[in-house]
């Protein structure tokens, strides 16, 4: 996740928080299936079904309990800014409340991300329970 230029604070703070959402939810994305991949051998079915549970609005509001108390003051403020902004969509398969803490922490990442402190997205992101990624090794080792 290293290489992408940093923004100024104030700057980045300055972004819609569903527009730091957007970029956060690709950061956790990949995170998760970066984890899945470097975990173990696997199929792609495997990968797919065990990211789509984490990186749901569902799992990453169920992720958030662990996290919020590490948050920072300034990740906090984001937080809040994330989960009270207006929404252009709905999500079909979590609750209202579900999905507006998840775009909350997805804002936080897009924020982090943005600002260049990948170290705290790692921290962060680091205490990821292992057993919510079920399914993501399995017997076979790959064979080109």
């Known amino acids: 996740m290293d290489g992408v230029e940093s923004m ?15 970029l956060g939810d690709a950061v956790y994305s ?16 495997d990968f797919q079904r065990s990211a789509s549970k984490v990186v749901s609005a569902r799992g990453q509001s ?29 999500s079909k398969h979590a609750t209202v ?4 803490r998840s775009t909350g922490f997805e ?13 705290r997205i ?5 205490r990821i329970d292992e057993a919510s990624l079920q399914g993501q090794s399995a017997e076979k080792v790959y064979k080109p």
């Open 8 to 22: 100024e604070k104030q700057k980045a703070l300055q972004i819609n928080p569903v527009t730091l959402a957007f």
């Open 30 to 45: 990949l995170y998760v299936r970066e984890k899945l991949v470097k975990s173990g051998t696997g199929k792609v079915a």
């Open 62 to 90: 169920a992720f958030l309990d662990k996290l919020l108390p590490l948050l920072s003051e300034e990740e906090t403020e984001i937080y809040r800014r994330g989960r009270n902004a207006k929404k252009p969509t709905k």
């Open 97 to 100: 409340a579900e999905y507006t």
């Open 107 to 119: 804002a936080v990442l897009g924020y982090l991300y943005l600002t260049g402190q990948t170290d």
């Open 122 to 126: 790692n921290e962060l992101l680091s």
